[in-house]
């Protein structure tokens, strides 16, 4: 069973375009983080959301938080070609990262 | 200022061999994690090193095992391989409330 789900599993879109991808879970997490991975590297860390409710923003990139820490939700606004990648959602338990399988997306341009 | 370094990039082994992955934190983390992701997936923690000792443990067996050394660096062995440890190995270091910074991998073939 999977802790943290992420919808939707792939995306492809056109240059210019919004998106929004979900990060779900039945279980609660003291804080939640993005990350973007490309192809044969590591995953790079986007955000740390804490507080229920609250939303970040990374230039056209906004991040939210759910009111009880359970689910996240980022929107990419005008994507661009450098948006392209594996985007993780990873909740922060104990310590340990416990991730989602993430939604691969594609911007065409 | 170096980021997260791992060696070997890529290998290749067959089954029932032995590997030694290895992993220098950025400078001034103290707590090293390790992943495994699968193709198509997300990372899979594996375990947590501090202060030389194995903090955390994921639900891996016991073919998995780790050291840390006193430079912070650590070290995952993986035993008698099987085809299905066949993965990108991350390793992730951190100091106290600091983020997580993920290094590029080991890419693991078990053929």
């Known amino acids: 069973t999977q802790l943290l789900e992420q919808s939707p599993q792939f995306l492809s879109i056109q240059e210019g375009e919004n998106l929004t991808v979900y990060c779900n879970s039945s279980?609660?997490?003291?804080?939640l983080q993005w990350y973007r991975q490309e192809p044969g590297e590591g995953p790079v860390l986007l955000v740390t959301v804490v507080t229920g409710g609250e939303v970040k923003k990374l230039k056209r990139l906004t991040f939210q938080f759910g009111d009880a820490r359970k689910d996240s939700s980022l929107h990419i606004t005008a994507a661009q070609p450098g948006d392209t990648g594996l985007y993780l959602c990873a909740g922060i338990r104990s310590e340990k990262l416990v991730f989602g399988k993430g939604t691969k997306l594609t911007v065409n341009p | 200022d170096a980021g997260v370094t791992q060696s070997p990039t890529h290998l290749i082994k067959t089954r029932g061999q032995q590997v030694t992955l290895r992993c220098s934190p950025k400078s001034g983390h103290d707590t090293v994690s390790w992943y495994q992701q699968a193709l198509g997936q997300g990372p899979q923690f594996i375990f947590q090193?501090?202060?030389?000792?194995?903090?955390q443990r994921g639900n891996f067996p016991d073919r998995f095992s780790g050291h840390q050394f006193p430079n912070y660096s650590s070290e995952l062995n993986v035993n008698a391989l099987l085809l299905g440890d066949s993965a990108l190995y991350l390793c992730?270091?951190?100091?106290?409330?600091?983020?997580?910074?993920f290094g590029s991998g080991t890419r693991l073939t078990v053929v």
């Open positions: 279980s609660v997490f003291s804080s």
């Open positions: 090193y501090y202060e030389e000792e194995e903090r």
């Open positions: 992730a270091s951190r100091l106290a409330v600091d983020g997580y910074t």
